[in-house]
């Protein structure tokens, strides 16, 4: 508790991690660490470093079956290109570190955090988002099942909820209530909308096989 | 008119709109992600802020040199928020406001901004209070009946320490704000509980008329207490915005500044003496208790929770630490009471070798008159409801392998008289009608309820009433604080939709041959209520409304006189169920049973998801949750959602909600609900804990160290 001066930051902080930072320095190849990319990054083959940047890159992006053109810097997230120049405002940012699921998307098929994925290496993926799901002023099954079992309070993390369950259906559309508990586990909320997401998620997947349309 | 109409709710078995488990009414919008928050909001020209905070817990700024920052290629405005010469008392404080086209570019600038401090000494933790010295402010000791007398007469005394850490909101929206500055207007889209008096906490400092200061929010990203007027970068994102020529600029904390400055639970800490007889009866209570609320230190739960008559002896110590002020959370001091208390009676109750439900029941002579009976009632059906006569046991009877099992009892109670409120009701010719309150909706269910009422009132179905709340150009509500939301807006609705009528019966009594006063709204119809085959369509109703083509009446509740529309006095018992594995020291929950009273139920379906949402909360806090401090460098360590854990969906176990719908609460009128449930469940989870290992684990969280320590008798 002695009183020294100090200019700017001690030094062990000045080195402090910071994800942005980290992603800036690695460069495109940073879209490595984003959550669900981990298993393909490692099987394959390490090719030639793409360099770009730092300053901004036009990149295009498939998003709900729409390609768009934009500039951004290497290091913006896919989560920020979306919500801060795309206007596609349903994927939250929260903990902005891969923690909580606020931002989950589907990218070829496998729910993703977005905020741990770079705008840059979601290029020639197929992203879907909240957004895409169903025209405005329809429902899509699964965000019929949160609305019918009130699996949403202040809503914030539900859309991050919805892709995760539709992610998650796809691959299991017959689940159990463990499955359900084990597959959303990567989501969280803070209202306390646990046990309507279970039941939504198990009545969105019986309403599917019904003749609701999951895609 | 002669008369003062009548308000009064229409007679249980009558309604038919309320009452009504009916979906929310913004639910389409937020299950297809299209509902617009504030930090949603992308108007054109938009710009990013970033802050630059304080390092250090205690410190003075010598100098802040921005010149670099302000030269960055696409910054647009820096404002100083801290000058050379403040003496900063928490980590985190706002020392620059940078904006800039994007918001990377704004974080580049805040890194080049550089600023010199003083360190001054900082004391971050508290739950050693002997290390506190001069942090540390006693209140002075209170007593209330003769706790000497009632230890004389005690044939057993039991003692322990119990405590419950800072806990953080983690609201997932963090708070922040969009602000547009238009020259002598400016358009604020904030996150809060509060659209109200937003503009006016803003006004003084902008100098700008609040009636200038025009505010927007149509929904927010959790509050729990944490969101009602703008902080510091409330005022600096305006100005932000000003000096970037009015280009609009958003600025959210990030999360850590978040988890950092904008509050948290205080902790509360005692140890606790409790004297009695045999028989189970209480005769005296004596407690010594600390903690804080941060800088500015607070936080003295009232003790003994609920029981306040039993004897007591009392004092409590407010220690004041280097961390942002605490803010109200679902039952500010409610939480930390109910732990402390019902902690001590259940050792108490073990102690003398009796079943701790009827050591509650025996003693609830000390609870307030009204509620004694609802309080034997709950325990009763929650012990029914948890199955806890076949699976209560008493402690060390809980099993031979490892993994024991074990329940406990905790209890709340809650005023939730409903706040002031205006609602303004508009009927309209063509038979449309328009709600307007300058309320919000936390998430709570209150677009809905008001939707129900309304609908109710004027005898039409839900989809006929339209709806507007979140700006304060409309009728002046008030903060959605303290369960205060559900009583106000719903008696203000009512008064005005039975005002709106009125006139409605007046324009068109002459076509049905009849006194206004003999008219009804039923079923889209007002027809005479002695003849109901002499009626009018709505339609048709409204079509009589004389030139001018509307009908525009005002509804006006006051807390001072709820004239029956709204009460106060919410109780509930809760048992938790949980498994505790002595090997590893993991908790697990099994089931959850939660009792709760809260007068009228407009809604069951969103009451039971409020009951539901505040018990998996407090299951969080009860398992997981502590903010902590390292006082050698005076930093939070956790300031996140990776080591700030938070329950998921697999960590809550079964929940079973009972909502104590009898017609007797139902008459004490509309109770707020958000907070008296959230109350007890740290106390329940504790006490379940302890009944299955055998010893108290003495503070919240049920960690496996902490667990492991009580095994393990490293209790300190």
């Known amino acids: 508790m002695s009183s020294n001066k100090h200019s700017e930051l001690p030094e062990e902080r000045k080195t402090g991690f910071s994800r942005r930072g980290f992603i800036r320095g690695v460069g495109i190849g940073g879209g490595a660490l984003g959550t669900g990319l981990l298993e393909r990054a490692a099987t394959a083959a390490p090719g030639q470093a793409n360099i770009v940047g730092p300053g901004p890159v036009p990149i295009t992006l498939d998003i709900n079956g729409k390609s768009v053109n934009l500039t951004v810097e290497p290091r913006v997230t896919l989560l920020d290109a979306m919500r801060d120049r795309l206007d596609l405002t349903g994927a939250k940012r929260v903990c902005d570190r891969g923690v909580c699921g606020s931002c989950t998307v589907i990218m070829n098929g496998k729910t993703v955090y977005a905020c741990n994925v770079l705008a840059i290496d979601a290029q020639g993926k197929k992203i879907e988002t909240i957004e895409g799901l169903a025209a405005p002023g329809q429902l899509h099954p699964v965000s019929a099942a949160f609305w019918e079992n009130d699996a949403q309070q202040c809503g914030y993390c539900t859309p991050g909820f919805v892709m995760a369950a539709k992610g998650f259906l796809d691959e299991n559309p017959n689940p159990t209530m463990e499955q359900v508990k084990h597959g959303l586990g990567g989501n969280l909320c803070r209202c306390g909308t646990y046990m309507g997401v279970r039941q939504a998620v198990l009545e969105a997947a019986k309403g599917i096989k019904q003749g609701g349309k999951n895609g | 008119m002669a008369n003062t109409p009548d308000y009064s709710w229409p007679p249980m078995e009558a309604r038919k709109a309320m009452g009504q488990p009916i979906k929310r009414v913004d639910g389409p919008a937020k299950a297809s992600g299209r509902a617009r928050y504030s930090s949603d909001q992308n108007p054109p020209g938009l710009i990013f802020a970033v802050l630059k905070t304080c390092p250090y817990a205690h410190a003075r700024v010598t100098n802040v040199d921005t010149g670099e920052a302000e030269r960055t290629k696409g910054v647009l405005a820096v404002q100083v928020m801290s000058p050379a010469g403040t003496e900063i008392q928490w980590e985190g404080t706002e020392v620059v406001a940078v904006a800039a086209a994007t918001e990377d570019i704004a974080r580049d600038a805040a890194a080049k901004i550089k600023v010199a401090y003083e360190v001054l000494p900082h ?58 500055w238009q020259g002598d207007q400016l358009m604020v889209w904030p996150s809060t509980q509060d659209v109200t008096r937003y503009a006016g906490t803003l006004s003084p400092n902008l100098k700008m008329p609040t009636t200038s200061i025009k505010v927007n929010m149509q929904y927010v990203g959790g509050g729990f207490g944490s969101k009602f007027g703008p902080d510091a970068w409330g005022e600096a994102c305006a100005i932000l915005s000003q000096k970037a020529g009015g280009r609009p600029v958003k ?9 950092l400055i904008a509050g948290f639970r205080p902790s509360a800490f005692a140890h606790i003496k409790i004297g009695g007889k045999k028989d189970g009866t209480m005769t005296a209570w004596e407690s010594k208790g600390w903690g804080t609320g941060g800088f500015p230190g607070g936080g003295s739960p009232p003790l003994p929770y609920i029981l306040s008559d039993l004897p007591n002896r009392q004092n409590f110590t407010s220690v004041s630490v280097n961390t942002a002020a605490s803010r109200a959370w679902r039952a500010p001091n409610n939480q930390q009471a109910s732990l402390l208390t019902c902690s001590a009676i259940e050792d108490f109750a073990a102690q003398i070798g009796m079943d701790p439900i009827e050591v509650f029941k025996k003693n609830l002579q000390y609870a307030p008159k009204a509620r004694q009976a609802t309080y034997a009632y709950q325990f009763d059906k929650a012990a029914e409801l948890a199955n806890w006569k076949a699976l209560w046991k008493p402690r060390g009877q809980n099993g031979a392998g490892p993994e024991k099992r074990g329940l406990g009892v905790g209890f709340n109670a809650w005023g939730g008289m409903g706040h002031n409120s205006n609602c303004k009701v508009s009927l309209y010719a063509d038979g449309s009608v328009q709600v307007d309150i300058g309320t919000q909706d936390l998430g709570t269910g209150t677009r809905t309820v008001i939707t129900q009422v309304a609908a109710e009132t004027l005898g039409l179905p839900m989809s006929a009433i339209k709806l507007s709340i979140g700006t304060n150009e409309l009728p002046p509500d008030a903060a959605s604080g303290g369960s205060t939301t559900v009583g106000g807006v719903s008696s203000s609705t009512r008064k005005a939709s039975v005002n709106a009528l009125a006139k409605l019966y007046e324009a068109a009594a002459p076509a049905l041959g009849a006194q206004p006063e003999e008219l009804e709204a039923v079923d889209g119809h007002i027809r005479v209520k002695s003849a109901p085959t002499k009626s009018l369509t709505w339609q048709a109703a409204c079509k009589k409304i004389p030139a001018g083509g509307v009908i525009s009446e005002m509804g006006v509740t006051e807390q001072r006189s709820p004239g029956g529309l709204m009460g106060a006095g919410a109780a509930g018992v809760q048992i938790a169920d949980v498994t505790v594995d002595i090997e590893t020291g993991v908790v697990k929950i099994n089931r959850y049973v939660a009792v709760q009273d809260c007068g009228l139920v407009i809604n069951p379906r969103l009451a039971e998801s409020q009951v539901l949402g505040a018990v998996i909360m407090g299951i969080s806090t009860a398992l997981y949750e502590q903010r902590v401090f390292d006082q050698q460098t005076g930093t939070m360590l956790n300031p996140d959602m990776e080591f700030y854990k938070l329950a998921g969906i697999d960590d809550v176990g079964e929940i079973v909600v009972h909502m104590d719908i009898r017609p007797e609460n139902d008459k004490r009128g509309v109770i707020g609900l958000g907070e008296p449930p959230a109350i007890g469940i740290c106390a329940a989870v504790s006490n379940a804990v302890a009944n299955a290992i055998g010893v108290r684990v003495p503070n919240i969280p049920m960690t496996p160290d902490h667990v492991l320590n009580a095994l393990e008798g490293r209790n300190g």
């Open chain 2, 123 to 180: 004391l971050v933790k508290e739950e050693d209070l002997a290390a506190a010295g001069s942090h540390a402010k006693a209140a002075g000791e209170r007593m209330q009946g003769d706790p000497d007398k009632g230890f004389q007469e005690a044939e057993a005394i039991s003692e322990g320490t119990y405590g419950i850490p800072m806990q953080s909101h983690v609201c997932l929206e963090t708070h922040g704000e969009v602000a547009h």
């Open chain 2, 251 to 259: 600025l959210f904390l990030d999360r850590k500044t978040d988890q």
